[in-house]
């Protein structure tokens, strides 16, 4: 693997072959648009508390109003972002080549620059369930800032039970559809771009490695070094939001 601060002309010329490309998405693409990735501090009312703590059934059986409260947070906070030029360039590369959305993310800043084809592999801030018969909630939510202590989340129309993100957390399985769909995506692209991830969490963290056996080049976009780089064909050690538009400008 190259690490490299600039783009190499050969990773130009392969994304400029490419037909089909997948992107495997990670916080740090959500970064430059000031969402904070999950080793970030956070910060405010949650500051003193680390997402990877939160996350987790653990922290919602334990109080469910306060995991409610801070998924209510990242919610608002989300819907003040937009999508980058990083997003931007993925959206319009759909024009050239079919591109394909593999995100560990949560937010929806992919959808919101134009990408149609995204898939969620740890859910989506934006979709709801009921936690003990997940049936789906479709009522609005109150985002706005708890003042006092954190609120209590919805009950479920259906049964009465607490609602709950429909997101992934820690030590619960993959929703299956998203993941064969990654598998699939990343094992039947020309180009691979593994964008701002830390390549920490599993089975995400694995797709890479599909693409690496099967010879098909991979792209890794990030400012640091992660344990996928050495797997990659070139690491770029640069941002999304600066990688992302020149590598859609090669087409
Ligand atoms: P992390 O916060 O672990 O890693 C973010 C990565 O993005 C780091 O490697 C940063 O160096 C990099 N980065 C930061 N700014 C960037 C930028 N502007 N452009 C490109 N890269 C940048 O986030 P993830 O790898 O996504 O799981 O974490 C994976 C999973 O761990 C999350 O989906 C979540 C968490 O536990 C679940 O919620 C199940």
């Known amino acids: 693997m190259a690490a490299s601060s600039s783009i190499p002309d050969f990773a130009l010329e392969v994304v400029k072959k490419a037909d089909s490309i997948t992107v495997l998405s990670g ?28 996350a987790t059934p653990e922290a919602w059986n334990r109080d469910p109003d306060f995991v409610w409260s801070w998924y209510m947070w990242r919610h608002h906070l989300v ?9 931007l360039a993925l959206a319009q590369w759909e024009h050239s080549a079919d591109v394909t959305i ?6 929806d800043l992919h959808e919101r620059a134009g990408s149609s ?30 003042h006092e202590s ?12 607490q609602i709950r993100p429909d997101v992934v957390w820690f030590g619960e399985m993959l929703p299956s559809k998203p993941w064969e769909a990654g598998v699939q995506a990343v094992d039947s692209c020309d180009v691979l771009l593994v964008v701002g991830t830390s390549g920490l969490v599993y089975p995400a963290a694995g ?6 056996e099967k010879g098909i080049p991979t792209i890794e ?18 941002s999304a939001a600066t990688a992302l538009p020149i590598l859609a400008r090669s087409r």
Do not use: K
């Open 150 to 161: 954190p609120r209590p989340p919805p009950r479920c129309q259906r049964c009465g039970g």
């Open 102 to 107: 593999v995100t560990q993310n949560v937010d």
């Open 207 to 212: 797709l890479p490695q599909i693409a690496h």
């Open 27 to 54: 916080a740090g693409m959500s970064a430059e648009s000031g969402v904070p990735t999950f080793r970030d501090a956070q910060t405010g009312l949650w500051e003193r508390f680390d997402a990877a703590a939160l």
């Open 79 to 87: 819907r003040a972002t937009a999508p980058h030029a990083g997003h």
């Open 117 to 146: 084809h995204v898939h969620h592999l740890h859910g989506s801030l934006f979709h709801f369930r009921c936690a003990q018969c997940s049936f789906a909630y479709s009522d609005e939510v109150d985002d706005s800032e708890p």
């Open 221 to 238: 976009i990030n400012p640091d070094e992660t344990p996928l780089s050495r797997e990659c064909t070139v690491s770029l050690r640069m």
